[in-house]
């Protein structure tokens, strides 16, 4: 997928700064399960920034699986309405946070990270509602 580059415009999540480059576009069932109209998942520079010094393990081939992984992935949401993704490829596991607006508007990824199967079951399927 080739990234387009668009200027970052503050989304207030904290992860505004620099360029936005989409990373996942969105299916229509996704988009209904995320209650958005957008049909891109974006990730800003700041972002970026932030998810490889927190998480040196994540390397360019995981986000090249970003978007199939998206399509197939749980999607569960916590009591602050945060979106979590939770995603396994291959024996690795993934999860991942996206914030939609309160516009419904814009969807930004705020973390992507590897997991294991007993962490994806305690802070996630057994502590947050599945809603795909």
């Known amino acids: 997928m080739a990234l387009a580059r668009r200027p970052g415009r503050g989304s207030g999540s904290g992860s505004g700064s ?5 990373v996942a576009v ?11 109209d957008s049909q891109s998942v974006l990730l800003s520079t700041g972002s970026l920034t932030e998810h490889l010094a927190a998480h040196p393990e994540i390397g360019l081939s995981d986000y090249q699986k970003l978007q ?14 945060t979106r979590v993704i939770l995603l396994a490829e291959d024996g690795v596991h993934y ?9 419904r508007r814009r ?3 705020l973390t992507w990270f590897r ?4 962490s994806a079951n305690r802070d996630v399927r057994q502590a947050m509602r599945r809603l795909r």
């Open 107 to 109: 969807v930004d990824l």
């Open 26 to 36: 969105l299916r229509e069932a996704d988009r209904g399960v995320l209650q958005t």
């Open 115 to 118: 997991t294991n199967e007993t």
């Open 18 to 22: 620099g360029m936005e480059y989409p």
């Open 68 to 81: 199939a992984l998206i399509d197939r992935s749980e999607i569960y949401v916590g009591a602050d309405d």
């Open 95 to 103: 999860r991942g946070a996206v914030k939609v607006d309160q516009a």
